[in-house]
Nanobody
């Protein structure tokens, strides 16, 4: 069993900041990439930011300079520090991990349940 559990979402004013956390747990052998996507009704799920097991980050142009991704490799946890938030950042933020389970030869994608981020005055 593998679980990705997000926390830190909520309501924030435009220009404000928020920090999301996601912890992976269960029968995990190793984690490759880990990060965040977001989903809005009527819009396709989009990449926010990810980071590989070697620390290489990748992020969407729309969040560059505002969002920062980080990982605690010892705790199987990924963070998203969001600054200068805009109303268009409002979405359900989903934790993502590409990982290999115990006694499994291949890597697969896993998703958290999501945490709501609402940016509004």
């Amino acid at each position: 069993q593998v679980q990705l559990v997000e926390s830190g979402g909520g309501l924030v004013q435009p220009g404000g900041s928020l920090r999301l956390s996601c912890a992976a747990s269960g029968s995990i052998a190793s984690i490759n990439a880990m990060g965040w996507y977001r989903q809005t009704p009527g819009k396709q799920r989009e990449l926010v930011a990810t980071m590989t097991s070697t620390g290489r980050p990748n992020s969407a142009d729309s969040v560059k300079g505002r969002f920062t991704i980080s990982r605690d490799y010892n705790k199987d946890t990924v963070y998203l520090h969001m600054n200068s938030l805009k109303p268009e950042d409002t979405a359900v933020y989903l934790c993502y991990a590409n990982l290999r389970r115990d006694r499994t030869p291949r890597y697969s994608d896993y998703w958290g349940q999501g945490t709501q981020v609402t940016v509004s005055s």
